[in-house]
């Protein structure tokens, strides 16, 4: 398994304002994936952020929104910017394990955002 | 784009009762299928990954489920459920198109009563 921590694991924030959310992976990994659960939702991909290259949006993200770094193999942040109450939501980092397309996704326990 | 689907958005069982919840996917390809689970106040867990092979899996907390590609569907099911059961439940699915990231349902809450 991986282990994921994100930072921070919850915070209030005012609207207009931007937060950055960190995520440390215990082990190197090629791939990043950041994803939004808005409260009683799936979870939503956002992006995919791989080391050295810039990160892969999902239609309806973009990158002046939530911009991504990835310095490392081993971590990442996501910024949620200029945010409104539609951003309060929980965002988790997750990475995968394993060769081909079977490797297993592993979660942090996410960071919930709550704009008022 | 691959979709998945999650009929039952939220099931009330007595425990001891079985269980069975639907997943169907929208993707012509090879398709890799999941079900996670997340307890009140957890992260994401995974119970079982389909990938190939016997179309029958069995996961942790004696949870299996059940690959029908010609119904496009992985339903998941348990015989008896526990208390400890009460979560919610996500299907997911990859493919092949070398894209990693999975493709979520939108989620079942079981809640078993004692």
């Known amino acids: 398994s991986a282990v994921i921590s994100q930072k921070p694991s919850r915070d209030i924030c005012q609207r207009g304002t931007s937060l950055t959310i960190q995520c440390q992976v215990d082990?190197?990994?090629?791939?990043m994936f950041w994803y939004r659960q808005q409260p009683g939702q799936s979870l939503t991909l956002i992006a995919t952020a791989n080391q050295g290259s810039e990160a892969t949006y999902e239609s309806g993200f973009v990158i002046d929104k939530f911009p991504i770094s990835r310095p490392n193999l081993t971590f990442s942040t996501l910024t949620v910017s200029n945010m409104s109450p539609e951003d309060s939501s929980i965002y988790l980092c997750?990475?995968?394990?394993?060769?081909?397309?079977?490797?297993?996704?592993?979660f942090g326990e996410g960071s919930r955002l709550t704009v008022l | 784009a691959q979709s998945v689907s999650q009929h039952n958005h939220h099931v009330i069982l007595s425990e001891a009762a079985s269980l069975e919840l639907g997943c169907n996917y929208s993707?012509?390809?090879?398709?890799?299928l999941f079900w996670y689970v997340q307890y009140p106040g957890q992260h994401l867990q995974l119970l079982l990954k389909?990938?190939?092979?016997?179309?029958l899996v069995k996961g942790i907390k004696g949870f299996e489920a059940e690959f029908i590609k010609s119904k496009f569907s992985f339903n998941l099911r348990k015989p008896s459920v526990q208390w400890s059961d009460t979560a919610e439940y996500f299907c997911?699915?990859?493919?092949?198109?070398?894209?990693?990231?999975?493709?979520f349902g939108s989620g079942t809450r079981l809640q078993v009563q004692p």
């Open positions: 389909y990938f190939s092979g016997d179309p």
């Open positions: 082990s190197q990994v090629t791939m």
């Open positions: 997750s990475v995968t394990r394993g060769t081909g397309v079977t490797g297993e996704l592993f």
């Open positions: 993707y012509g390809g090879t398709v890799n």
């Open positions: 997911a699915v990859t493919t092949d198109t070398g894209r990693r990231a999975l493709t």
